[in-house]
């Protein structure tokens, strides 16, 4: 069996803060952890503190941001990182990145460590954008020779170029980025960090610097750890994921795995949000009476791809209204874009009146149309060029596809898209 070859290795990493002050806290508490360090034994405080649950107010005034991390990264690997704000990603990154300390626990890491912790970390603004290069890389380890022979490169990359000789303090905040990103990526570390800075960037920025880090894992065989809120983006870079949640890893394992547990996990708008929309919307022409999203043989709202998926509304129309549109917003979730949208009026060429009564109107999503992954229904109803009556990305229902059986099928999931038709083929051997 081949053996892995290791570049980073963390065991029972835990960070302890104490809430309210600032330092390590209040001089009695310092004294009580002295005298107990020169009497050979454990802090009092490790023994204290809670979960790392920013939602609800703690009795203790030590909070654990982290608590018994473990994890090992091979070389070559690109680790996602992903969780909701404030589970501990960013503290879990500055300790890797020995900006701060763990409270207990070990890292063992080979070769040298770049940092995209934060917009503009480790550049002065008074100086140059070049001048900065030089400072970040002897920062890094690096001689002046060597950043000398990449400067070319760094600029280019970074898109730069006009700017690179002014103070930057007067760049702006995704120019800040595009250059620190540019310099951790060409000064060769064996491992790059890199937090959620990328969001500042523009689409093609984020674009060159995802191309990039492939690049680096792929192509030169180091490593990457990254944190994102961009599931496509992660799904798309990362050959490893885990999820740290409340400052514990809940998983550690594949990508689209991962994702899926991740979305499913934090699923909010669900169909039990209707009763309340309907006692709270008022319209004098228009009532919501039912929305249900389903498969005829489905498991409550867990989808095979294979079946069509169907959006029912009952709705009732008080007075007689021109240009009533009933419908809806196909949202991916992993990636937060829209599929499509839809109304009950698209197949008619005219405004049309709909008299006062109530009525059933029933969209279909086709059979072999979404792959796998996490969607919503986002209500839309309105009346047309005058104004909405539902249209809120809080009102929806959540559901999960899955691919049906087949290996071929799975393996679809893999490819590029947001969508995954079965397109028709017709394929001939010529004479």
């Excluded at 065991?11 to 005298?35: A, C, F, M, P």
């Amino acid at each position: 069996m081949e053996e892995k070859d290791i570049i980073l290795k963390v065991e029972n990493i835990s960070k302890q803060y104490r809430l309210g002050t600032v330092g390590t806290g209040t001089l009695s508490h310092d004294l009580n952890r002295w005298w107990h360090a020169i009497r050979g034994k454990e802090d009092p405080y490790l023994k204290v503190g809670e979960t790392n649950d920013r939602t609800r107010k703690g009795d203790s005034e030590y909070v654990w941001a982290l608590q018994d991390i473990n994890f090992e990264v091979e070389r070559g690997e690109v680790l996602g990182v992903i969780g909701k704000n404030g589970a501990g990603k960013s503290t879990l990154l500055k300790i890797l990145s020995k900006v701060t300390a763990p409270t207990t626990g070990t890292i063992k890491s080979r070769g040298r460590i770049a940092s995209l912790l934060e917009v503009g970390t480790g550049f002065n603004p008074e100086l140059t954008g070049r001048e900065n290069v030089y400072l970040n890389g002897a920062i890094l380890g690096m001689t002046k020779k060597e950043i000398a022979s990449k400067m070319d490169e760094i600029i280019a990359f970074s898109g730069c170029e006009r700017y690179i000789d002014t103070p930057t303090k007067r760049y702006s905040s995704g120019m800040t980025v595009r250059l620190a990103f540019a310099v951790a990526a060409f000064l060769e570390p064996e491992i790059l960090i890199v937090d959620e800075v990328l969001a500042v960037g523009d689409v093609e920025f984020q674009k060159k610097a995802i191309g990039k880090m492939k690049d680096i894992s792929r192509g030169e065989g180091r490593t990457v750890l990254f944190v994102s809120h961009n599931m496509e983006a992660i799904k798309s870079l990362c050959s490893k994921l885990i999820i740290v949640k409340n400052g514990m890893i809940s998983f550690n394992g594949e990508v689209d795995q991962g994702v899926s547990n991740y979305l499913k996990d934090n699923e909010t708008n669900l169909i039990v949000n209707i009763e309340q929309f309907i006692e709270t919307t008022e319209d004098k022409d228009f009532r919501l009476l039912r929305c249900d999203v389903y498969q005829k043989n489905a498991d409550e709202l867990n989808f095979v791809s294979d079946e069509d998926v169907l959006v029912e509304y009952e709705f009732e129309v008080l007075n007689r209204i021109k240009g009533l549109r009933v419908g809806f917003d196909l949202i991916d979730l992993s990636s937060d874009h829209v599929v499509f949208r839809t109304f009950h009026d698209d197949t008619s060429d005219d405004i049309q009146y709909t008299d006062s009564g109530v009525y059933k109107a029933i969209g279909k999503i086709p059979s072999n149309f979404l792959r796998s992954g996490l969607y919503s229904i986002r209500i839309a109803i309105g009346i047309h060029a005058v104004r909405w009556i539902a249209n809120s990305n809080d009102l929806g229902v959540n559901f999960l596809v899955y691919n049906s059986k087949g290996v071929n099928k799975a393996y679809k999931d893999n490819r590029p898209g947001l969508i995954m038709p079965e397109i028709t083929w017709v394929t001939e051997q010529k004479k």
